[in-house]
């Protein structure tokens, strides 16, 4: 879905909300009632929708945060401590803002705590907007996360869309506070924001134990790796190599593109020389694959990659991207299952972005870990250490270390 359907869904399912509102529970005062009505039910969806994108993988979230945080440490080294604080605290923030977000949806739906909500509301939406903003001038972190692995936003759209909403924000604030009424009494008002509050609290903790009740990455089973590591096919880019020419004769220096420098056949006069490196300007960038940088080195520094995905049999990757921030009780879950998987004849690789020798600890002696880097790891599975099933290239299944399956319970896979 590109943005600009996200935001005609969006509108669309405000303006529904709007409709049955004001038809069932509460009728706006006029045109220019219903015209705030609609901004206020349009910011609502806007920030659940947000909201509970983010709150399917607050582990995806905390991920960016961590980006974030990295980066800061470039710009104001006097922060570092502050930074490497906020670097532990990813996940709990992250948390924090995803619950924030939709639970000040629900408030401004609902139209309780109003003073409240806006003040939350500009200073949340200010934080993601200095966010987005950022990466729109530094173009340091690609992809804000603002709404998840759900929709990849351009950072340039990203500041658009945060400065969009805060216009309509400063209306709601200014122009429309008189009609942001609540819709039930207090009573009622409070214990739906309540009741709502600890399903999304729930949610996120359910999220974060185990993984994702939706998987929108790039790794979702089903996915053929080989496909989708592959260049075949892709857009390969455009850039324009721009040659600086010395004429050793007269002095006189001039820049040349290179397709230039070919038809003209500049070279053929011998006076003229081209002097330093050549210019690079990147037209358009090249498309990469979605499963990028799956590259696996051995203890030896051999790339196996093409072993694993040209397995025909069955074959289990169990990622742990850092190991000394993994599950130790984790690993002695997997572990009871991938004996039995190995003695089935299940092929398994270890992948660690850490020390091989102290993966192959944890390993005990059922299989060997391998080098990669650590995002491919994050992004195939949000668990550390985490399992994924494996035949002919294509993913069939991934499993948390809190939800091994039993070897029994991989029958389905035809194990």
């Given amino acids: 879905m590109t943005f600009t359907g996200l935001l005609l869904l969006i509108g669309g399912i405000a303006l529904a909300v709007t409709l049955i509102i004001s038809l069932f529970i509460q009728k706006p005062q006029g045109g220019q009632g219903w015209f705030y009505a609609y901004l206020r039910y349009f910011m609502a969806v806007f920030f659940l929708f947000s909201g509970i994108v983010k709150a399917i993988d607050p582990k995806g979230t905390a991920f960016k ?17 502050f930074w490497d604080f906020c670097y532990g605290l990813a ?11 939709i639970v000040l949806g629900v408030t401004l739906l609902l139209g309780i705590f109003r003073k409240g909500t806006l003040l939350l509301y500009t200073g949340l939406l200010a ?13 340091k972190v690609t992809d804000c996360g603002c709404f998840g692995d759900f929709l990849k936003l351009a950072p340039s759209q990203s ?22 009424k609540p819709l039930f009494n207090a009573k009622i008002g409070w214990g739906l924001l309540g009741v709502l509050t600890l399903l999304t609290v729930w949610f996120n903790i359910r999220n974060i134990n185990h993984l994702p009740v939706k998987d929108f990455r790039a790794y979702a089973a089903g996915t053929d790796l080989r496909k989708c590591t592959s260049q075949e096919g892709l857009n390969p880019g455009k850039k324009e190599i721009y040659y600086n020419m010395v004429n050793s004769a007269t002095g006189e220096q001039k820049e040349m593109e290179s397709k230039l420098y070919m038809s003209t056949k500049i070279w053929e006069d011998k006076s003229w020389k081209i002097e330093g490196d050549p210019r690079e300007v990147v037209i358009e960038e090249p498309e990469l694959p979605k499963c990028k940088d799956f590259n696996i080195e051995n203890a030896d520094g051999e790339e196996i990659q093409d072993e694993v995905l ?12 850092y190991l000394d921030k993994s599950s130790k ?8 299952l991938l004996k ?11 992948l660690t972005a850490s020390s091989i020798e102290e993966g192959n600890q944890l390993a005990e002696g059922i299989y060997t870990f391998n ?3 650590a995002i491919p790891i994050k992004t195939m599975v949000r668990s550390n250490p985490g399992l994924v099933l494996l035949k002919d290239g294509k993913v069939l299944g991934k499993w948390h270390y809190n939800d091994v399956p039993d070897i029994s319970d991989l029958g389905e896979f035809g194990i």
């Fill in 371 to 373: 080098n990669i880097d």
């Fill in 329 to 336: 009780q984790g690993f002695k879950n997997a572990n009871v």
């Fill in 65 to 81: 945060m961590q980006d974030y945080f990295s980066i800061f440490g470039e710009y104001v080294p006097a922060l570092n401590g």
């Fill in 340 to 350: 039995e998987a190995k003695n089935k004849g299940v092929k398994i690789y270890g």
């Fill in 91 to 101: 996940l709990p923030i992250s948390a924090f803002m995803i619950i924030l977000e």
């Fill in 127 to 139: 934080f993601f907007t200095f966010l987005t903003g950022f990466t729109a001038v530094t173009n």
């Fill in 310 to 321: 040209g397995n025909s049999g069955y074959s289990f990757l169990v990622g742990a991207y």
């Fill in 159 to 180: 500041f658009q869309k945060d400065i969009f909403l805060m216009v309509i924000l400063v209306g709601l604030i200014f122009l429309a506070r008189k009609h942001l």
